[in-house]
């Protein structure tokens, strides 16, 4: 079974300090992730994923396969960067891709 | 490009009631996946749909059920509602394959069992 663990619910920090949220994941394959971010009375969308390898408004995650992590991280936090964020995971069964498994998200809270 | 729609918005219902939610998906757009998102259990998938055939499916009772249309547009069924139902209900669209390509979500669908 895939599993995806965000240990914070909740994650404060100051404008311009670093800011990195936490993911683990628990799968026995080679699994596809991403980040995905809900601001305020926005929907869901994409951050990043990681075979893409690219930095969205900064964000950049390393996926870790020997500490099965999927960290998300920023070296100077801007206000706008408030919101909920969700690290996500994909495998792949014989019939195909999986549905995304979600954790439970942090929240993260830019304070000025 | 018009976004994901979803409707209704919003829904009450009463217990033993059953309910349709309507997705329809980014024009072009092959793949629909359905979520169910509340407070205690986050976001959890319920389905995904590829060309008209259910291609996963969740770990959810069999009184939810969906279906996709010729034109990709996709409708999920809850029958027998329980108050545990109540929660948001969020449709993706992508290209293709879910696991590889960008999923597009909608605003939901908020249903509240009474």
């Known amino acids: 079974a895939q599993r995806v663990t965000q240990p914070e619910k909740l994650l404060s920090v100051f404008k311009g300090a670093p800011v990195e949220l936490k993911c683990n994941y628990s799968?026995?394959?080679?699994?596809?992730l991403f980040w995905y971010v809900q601001y305020s009375r926005q929907r869901l969308q994409l951050l990043l994923r990681?075979?893409s390898r690219e930095s969205i408004k900064g964000f950049t995650a390393d996926l870790n396969k020997g500490e099965t992590s999927f960290h998300l991280k920023k070296p100077f936090a801007q206000e706008e960067d408030s919101a909920m964020y969700y690290c996500a995971l994909s495998g792949y069964s014989g019939g195909g891709a999986d549905g995304l498994t979600f954790g439970k998200g942090t929240h993260l809270i830019i304070q000025p | 490009k018009a976004g994901v729609t979803q409707t209704p918005r919003y829904l009450i219902k009463t217990r033993g009631q059953q309910v349709t939610l309507s997705c329809s998906p980014i024009?072009?757009?092959?793949?629909v996946s359905w979520y169910q998102q509340t407070p205690g259990q986050g976001l959890q998938f319920l389905f995904e749909?590829?060309?008209?055939?259910?291609?996963n499916k969740g770990n959810f009772p069999g009184r939810f059920s969906g279906r996709q249309f010729s034109n990709s547009r996709s409708e999920m069924n809850v029958s027998t509602l329980e108050l545990g139902d109540s929660a948001l209900y969020l449709c993706?669209?992508?290209?293709?394959?879910?696991?590889?390509?960008?999923?597009?979500f909608g605003p939901g669908t908020r249903l509240t069992v009474l």
């Open positions: 990681h075979i």
């Open positions: 749909y590829f060309s008209e055939t259910q291609r």
């Open positions: 024009s072009g757009h092959r793949s």
């Open positions: 993706a669209s992508s290209l293709g394959h879910t696991g590889t390509d960008t999923q597009y």
């Open positions: 799968y026995s394959g080679s699994p596809e």
